[in-house]
């Protein structure tokens, strides 16, 4: 009979699992907080970044290269907000109401534990596809934008259309026409540009 009474060291471990079933909950949402938290501003690095860029990119790059820049940050903007938000979920869960019995609450924080890793893991996939979407939207960017000059139309308001290469330094767009006259334009006055293959 003494061989079916459980020894010291079987007591302990059976407590110290108890002890870890019970804190899992509170440390996969302090995990989990610390996702959110650096997924929100990297959101909001990605979304500032993006929008002070853009203009001095965009200028020397075709219309489907813009458009495909532009969907790849839409992506990782878009991942990384649900990744945000799928982190937000996993630290915080739903507001619930549960019985005040010890069988009720083990259910209940069972199920949290399942639904905050699951949510955690979709962050962490949402992270990778931002990252990722993030790698091809600068790769097409800053690789095309080194490349041959761009050739397009250039319409500013209020005034006479010229056709050329461009160059932007800073707020100022230099046009080089085919002839070798340079226009300078302000880019707050630039109406249209229009891409061409030939001038």
């Known amino acids: 009979m003494s061989e079916l009474l459980p020894i010291p060291a079987d007591l302990r471990w059976d407590h110290r699992a108890t002890e870890l079933e019970l ?3 509170d440390r996969l ?3 989990a907080e610390k996702w959110r938290t650096g997924l929100v501003a ?3 690095l990605v979304a500032t970044t993006t929008a002070v860029t853009a203009p001095f990119v965009g200028i020397h790059l075709l219309d489907d290269q813009k458009a495909a820049v532009g969907i790849a940050a839409l992506v990782a903007l878009g991942a990384l907000a649900l990744g945000a938000m799928a982190a937000m979920r996993a630290a915080y869960g739903l507001p ?6 010890g069988t009720a609450l083990r259910e209940w924080t069972i199920g949290e534990v399942k639904a905050s890793a699951w949510w955690l893991k979709v962050a962490r996939g949402a992270t990778l596809v931002g990252f990722g979407a993030l790698v091809v939207a600068a ?3 800053f690789l095309h934008a080194g490349a041959a000059p761009r050739l397009a139309t250039v319409e500013p308001a209020g005034g006479k ?4 290469t461009l160059k932007l330094s800073g707020k100022t767009l230099t046009v080089t026409a085919k002839d070798g006259t340079v226009h300078r334009f302000n880019t707050a006055t630039v109406g249209e540009i229009e891409d061409t293959a030939e001038c």
Do not use: D, F, K, Q
């Open 42 to 44: 990297l959101t909001g």
């Open 23 to 25: 804190a899992m909950l």
């Open 29 to 31: 949402r302090e995990h």
């Open 161 to 164: 259309s010229v056709c050329g």
């Open 139 to 141: 790769t097409i960017g």
């Open 96 to 101: 619930t109401t549960i019985h005040n019995t």
